[in-house]
């Protein structure tokens, strides 16, 4: 079965950063665009940011931009995020999955990875 595996959450202080990382067990989706989504409680899930499948395209939320970068290393099946100046409204769990025509396949959610920005 096609795994998605997020890590890398964790709690920070505001400011602070943190990296996630996707992970795809069987280098399924290599050849997608992958996103970044989140979702806080009480809310629904958005998107954060989106990367093409040669990494050459990348967009991010509003919300986020200039703070978090969206990469991928498909030797490794992987896509992270780097999250930097983290404010207490980035508070969510985070989750990747792969992308088609701008909507994600909500079938390879993974378990999330939570992210607390508090201090």
């Known amino acids: 079965q096609v795994q998605l595996v997020e890590s890398g959450g964790g709690l920070v202080q505001p400011g602070g950063s943190l990296r996630l990382s996707c992970t795809d067990s069987r280098g399924t989706f290599s050849l997608y665009t992958m996103g970044w989504f989140r979702q806080a409680p009480g809310k629904e899930r958005e998107s954060v940011a989106t990367?093409?499948?040669?990494?050459?395209?990348?967009d991010y939320a509003d919300s986020v931009k200039g703070r978090f970068t969206i990469s991928r290393d498909n030797a490794k099946n992987t896509v992270y995020l780097q999250m930097n100046s983290l404010k207490p409204d980035d508070t969510a769990v985070y989750y990747c999955a792969p992308m088609v025509a701008g909507k994600p396949l909500s079938a390879y959610w993974g378990q999330g990875t939570q992210v607390t920005v508090s201090s």
């Open positions: 990367i093409s499948w040669a990494g050459r395209s990348t």
